[in-house]
């Protein structure tokens, strides 16, 4: 088994531990903390936002460590910390413990990032962005198995056992990449006054963060009321609520390899064009979930969804990852998983602004209008940024 191919499926079981208890996180707070509505709202956005809050802050400080010292290191780490935390969750009731955890947890992890950057070292630069678009379906479909795997958990045996399971198989995990992943050294370092002169990021790269900050908080409100949508809106059992969750991860998985090739030797200013066309989708196919409650249909728009979502996150990481010298691979995907984690933020933080105001029946019309803004940034993005005039070249790369 190859090298990439562990990578694969070590990201897969890691992000599906993860996954298991992301739908249902609000039914387990209202359950143990006995809050009002409101109360909830906030303390379910609280656990969405905060470890995304964290990592936002961290990730990219991870990634020039692991530049620097080589990054399985940063691998193995995540690992355990991603599987302590989630037995430490699984071991309390209070509140604000699980809050807490959660803020610890995301300033720990960066598992993704690690895995891009070490990844990014075993293959050539031309074959980084289907790299890119591998790990993210590995991603996708851990987070296809993960909640149908948590809801079923969580009907059988508590949400307490969800955390369990998933702290083994993270920890199962550091154990397979310690043992089957060769370390890789960090590249030569550059010169100090190279090091100077490159110690912000090249300016086309910011509007690809921006890009990632608005796809990302598009793809993260709905979480933080999908439990509680599909208990009192769509009246399913928790397994299903985790069939309808993992149904966007589906379409992911499915559609990431197509995107990786149609986008594999475009200039970025193309790229960005067809962006926007597909988030204005993105908008028709979220309101489409808003007006359903027929299982099938719905189901059916979540995984349409997911097919539309791989055009998106992947795509970026990739122009990413072809952009950035080899030394700095870890600081440039860093600062894109810092990205995401800041549009994830904003989308959470909407999400629970949404639901503190917005009745429960209507919450999909406010995800539709974020994509609709987003689909107008990215046409001001692309049309307004001088940062990407230089780069409309036939590969993709300045």
């Not at 193309?270 to 993105?282: D, F, S």
């Not at 990205?339 to 029946?361: D, E, I, R």
Request: charged share 10%; net charge positive.
């Amino acid at each position: 088994m190859t090298t990439t191919r562990w990578l694969f499926a070590l990201q897969l079981v890691a992000m599906g531990a993860m996954e298991m208890s992301g739908p249902f996180w609000p039914l387990h707070l209202r359950r143990v903390g006995d809050l009002s509505p409101h109360a909830l709202a906030w303390v379910s956005a609280i656990a969405y936002a905060g470890p995304l809050a964290m990592a936002m802050c961290t990730t990219p400080w991870w990634g020039r460590l692991g530049d620097q010292v080589g990054h399985k290191p940063m691998l193995l780490r995540a690992l355990l910390a991603l599987a302590a935390t989630q037995w430490w969750i699984a071991a309390t009731d209070n509140v604000a413990v699980i809050l807490s955890v959660r803020l610890l947890q995301g300033a720990l992890a960066g598992y993704i990032a690690a895995a891009q950057a070490y990844g990014a070292r075993l293959v050539t630069r031309a074959a980084r962005g289907a790299l890119m678009a591998q790990l993210q379906a590995a991603t996708a479909i851990g987070s296809v198995t993960g909640p149908v795997i948590g809801g079923w958990l969580f009907d059988a045996q508590g949400f307490a056992s969800v955390n369990v399971w998933a702290g083994a198989a993270c920890l199962l995990c550091a154990a397979l990449a310690f043992l089957v992943l060769p370390a890789v050294a960090p590249p030569a370092t550059r010169s100090p006054g190279v090091r100077e002169r490159n110690a912000a990021l090249p300016a086309g790269l910011y509007g690809l963060l921006l890009g990632i900050v608005l796809v990302q908080a598009g793809k993260m409100m709905p979480q933080t009321f999908f439990g509680l949508y599909a208990d009192e809106v769509l009246h399913v059992s928790n397994r299903v609520t985790g069939l309808c969750y993992a149904g966007t991860a589906l379409g992911l998985c499915v559609a990431a390899p197509f995107w990786a090739r149609r986008f594999a030797h475009l200039a970025h200013a193309r790229v960005l064009a067809q962006v926007e066309w597909i988030l204005w989708a993105c908008a028709a196919i979220v309101a489409v979930q808003a007006l359903v409650t027929n299982i099938a249909l719905f189901v059916l728009a979540r995984v349409l969804w997911g097919v539309c979502l791989a055009a998106l996150l992947p795509v970026f990481y990739g122009l990413l990852s072809r952009a950035a010298a080899d030394d700095e691979q870890g600081r440039v995907l860093g600062a894109g998983n810092g990205a995401a984690k800041a549009g994830a933020l904003v989308g959470a933080g909407a999400g629970g602004l949404a639901l503190a105001w917005v009745p429960l029946a209507a919450m999909f019309w406010t995800v539709a209008l974020l994509y609709a803004v987003a689909a107008v940034g990215m046409r001001a993005i692309r049309t307004r940024s001088s940062d990407f005039q230089h780069l409309q070249t036939t590969t993709g790369t300045s």
